[in-house]
C-alpha cells in the first residue's frame, strides 16, 4: 500500500495542507478523501511507499531452522 499526501481545499475556501490517505493507487485515495471531504478541490497530491526496505525481512528456511535448533 501507499500513502498519498493531499493539498485540499474545502467547499469554503479554507486549505488543508496535510491529509495523509493510504490507498492501493491515487484513484482509491482520492476517493476516500471526497468521502471526507465533499466537493473538495485537490491542490496537489505526493506518493509516497508505507513499506519500508528496513523493516522488511527475507527469512529462509535455513535461518528458520537455525534458530528452532539453539
Not at 12 to 24: H, L, N, T, W, Y
Amino acid at each position: 500500500m501507499q500513502k498519498f499526501n493531499f493539498s485540499i481545499q474545502t467547499r469554503d475556501g479554507q486549505r488543508i495542507v496535510s491529509v495523509v490517505i493510504a490507498g492501493r493507487d491515487q484513484e482509491e485515495a482520492e476517493r476516500k478523501l471526497r468521502q471526507m471531504y465533499h466537493h473538495c478541490e485537490i491542490v496537489s497530491c505526493n506518493a509516497n511507499q508505507m513499506d519500508d526496505p528496513k523493516t522488511q525481512q527475507v527469512v529462509s528456511v535455513e535461518d528458520i531452522i537455525t534458530l528452532i535448533s539453539k
